[in-house]
């Protein structure tokens, strides 16, 4: 691949903004200096007035290939990423038979995502009552995922998973048997308003609770997937974050229950949206270090299945070519730094979650970064969604910062609105 110079461009280091010079040789960072002066024979990027990020890293996002769900996959889903500046994506399974629970699916996954994925990919594996032994044999993960539904039944195998397995496990938790109550007191009321009342702060709290509980008992290397509340932040934030991490999606950061009046069931997902308070302590749990990282939780419904009444309209909201441009517009506003930004968006997933060489602009990571043009402006419009899914929650909204260029390994794979479709990403797993 030879060397590459990114000149002079303001490079978000993790401690400071420099500007200065990023060499690359055969895809690794070797220098970050001033200006390089030894530049023969040198691709040479021009990135003045840009910032260079590392490229993102999104710890979930659903790109559903094999799923009963359709519409988005490995390639679309995947090309959507690396036009928003995501250059390494852990894709979560869904609840599907056909999705990543026993070693053969996972490794037909794998085979597909080399196939079909752009940008970097890794793979979490779905546990089942009934797929131990291969949770544990499994090293070509990022980690396990388990659904904590609170029952005792349930419990005690998620017990079991928590106790076997030595890589990440990522939970999403809910007391089932308090939303079968809620859903049956408000049968017949068909609307979407009532979603954060039914799925309630309890219902998730409960949840994170048992999380908490068993990964205390065995040890486990935690992830709390989406925190949705102030409650759930004051709970991790007493126990401390010892072996364990927490994300936040970006519906929960950018949007509030206010939403469901104007977007209605476009901005319904599990968990759902609450009041504005609960996302002004998302935002100061990630200040403090509390939650570590934002996700996407990039889950492609088409409108066709949001449309339907409350409550069969789908939950989930496409997200992740939003990623980067909804962080770096908040970081031009004043409400986070750019340091903040990588970090929350790349060091912190690759780092906790034992990705190597990825999320930093640093001698001997990957060259894996984004350029991001910070005057540029966009109206979000359905129209202009690349993702399968065809539309986005934040429509109408402005934003200000948004990538030109993204590479892999030092080879641009999205450039001036285009995305090199033919390029291939490369298979990770946790240390």
Known sequence: MGLLIVE???L??????????????????SAIVPRATDTSGARRVDARGKLVFPGLVDSQAHFREFTRWGGEDLHSGSCAAAAGGVTTVLEMPDSDPADAHSLATLHHKLERAAERCVVHYG??????????????????TVGVRVALDCSPDQAA????????VQKPVAVHAEDRSRLAERYAMYEGDANVTLHPRIRDVQTAVAGTE???QLAARHGTRLHLLHLSSAEEVELLRARGTDRVTAAVALPHLFLDASSYATEGTRVQGNPPLRDASHRTALWAGLRDGTIAMVASDHCPHGLDAKSRSYPQSASGMPGVEWLLPLLVDAALAGRCTLNDVARWGSDAPASTLGIARKGRLEVGYDADFVLVDPTEERTLRDADV???AGWTPYRGRTLRGWPVATYL?????FVDGQVDTSHRGRELASS
């Open 12 to 29: 978000v280091l993790p401690e400071r903004v420099v500007t200065g010079d990023l060499v690359c040789e055969d895809g690794v960072i």
């Open 386 to 388: 690349r993702s399968a």
């Open 157 to 164: 195998w998620a017990s079991r998973v928590f106790a076997s």
């Open 123 to 140: 793979l979490w594996m779905r546990a089942t009552p009934d797929n131990l032994d291969e949770l544990v044999a499994a090293t070509r």
């Open 409 to 413: 390994l030092g080879k641009p794979v």
């Open 210 to 212: 048992l999380a908490l």
């Open 8 to 10: 002079q461009g303001q």
